[in-house]
């Protein structure tokens, strides 16, 4: 896990960014995991003027995104669809096709489960996916308790999740209980993670998920088995990590870590 600290939420955006940008170039077809929420609203902003300056193609590029409500159509303006089409897709050049989401209306919720992990497998795998993470340390939907190999299927949202989801709605009554999410096995599959955190709020979710056991009850925690996993976070989420001047350090040097390397 590579931790990267920046100073404020530009900086963080940036970072991923140029992690994304610099995947498009290699890989002809990129395939992106996406996630909704407040985390990552400046990636979305900067990957579109990145499109509309002539910069960043998408007609090649293929999107999943983590998560939906149960029980919201595609059109209604807090289903995740929405925030997508709203925050993103209208802007870029993405071919229809391309864009994959769970839907919060499915005729048969197992057999959609299903057919999405198979849509996954089919376009080759995430390259990147792209995390943001809850006050109680969830990924995707996987509330605390879910089960680290645990695949695309339903989950009944947590009374802390529903609050902080609540003020979109009307009244926190019209929040819907269940949602379908990738599980952390699914997440864990990608080839990239790269999680989001910023604000004094995220700071304990952070230390957990950083340093803290492995564990279901702590989701985040499961990106310590992942291989490539960087967590991007500004000074205040990181403000409860032991070892952050350690992780300052490292980022300070690693061109003269791979200078070095490279000489060997
Ligand atoms: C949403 C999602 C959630 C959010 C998390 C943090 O697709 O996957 O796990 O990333 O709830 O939300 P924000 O970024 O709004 O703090």
């Known amino acids: 896990m590579e931790v990267i600290i920046k100073d404020n939420y530009d900086q963080i955006c940036e970072e991923a960014v140029r992690l994304i940008h610099q995947k498009w170039q290699v890989k002809n077809g990129l395939v992106l995991g996406l996630a909704t929420g407040r985390s990552p609203l400046g990636v979305y902003a900067r990957l579109i003027e990145l ?33 997508m089409e709203k925050n993103f897709f209208r802007h870029i050049n993405i071919n229809r096709e391309n864009i994959h989401r769970l839907s919060g209306t499915p005729d048969d919720i197992e057999r959609h489960c299903r057919d999405y992990e198979e849509k996954i497998k089919t376009a080759g795998g995430i390259d990147i996916q792209i995390l943001g993470i809850g006050r109680n340390g969830h990924i995707g939907f996987n509330e605390p308790g879910s089960s680290l190999a645990s695949r695309t299927r339903v989950k009944t949202l947590t009374k802390s999740t529903i609050e902080a989801n609540a003020p979109g709605f009307k009244n926190k009554d019209e929040v819907p209980r269940y949602c379908l999410t990738m599980g952390i096995g699914t997440i864990l599959d990608s080839g990239m993670l790269i999680l989001l955190a910023s604000g004094l709020e995220k700071n304990e979710a952070i230390a957990k998920t950083v340093e803290g056991p492995v564990t279901a009850s702590v989701p985040g925690s499961a990106l310590q088995l992942h291989r490539t996993a960087k967590v991007i976070i500004d000074h205040h989420a990181a403000s409860r990590l032991q070892r952050k001047d350690y992780y300052l350090w490292v980022y300070e040097h690693r061109d003269k870590i791979t200078d070095f390397l490279k000489k060997r």
């Open 51 to 83: 499109n509309q300056r002539g910069l960043m193609d998408f007609s090649r590029v293929t999107t999943f995104n983590l998560d939906e409500y149960i029980g919201l159509a595609e059109d209604h303006p807090q289903s995740f669809s929405a925030y």
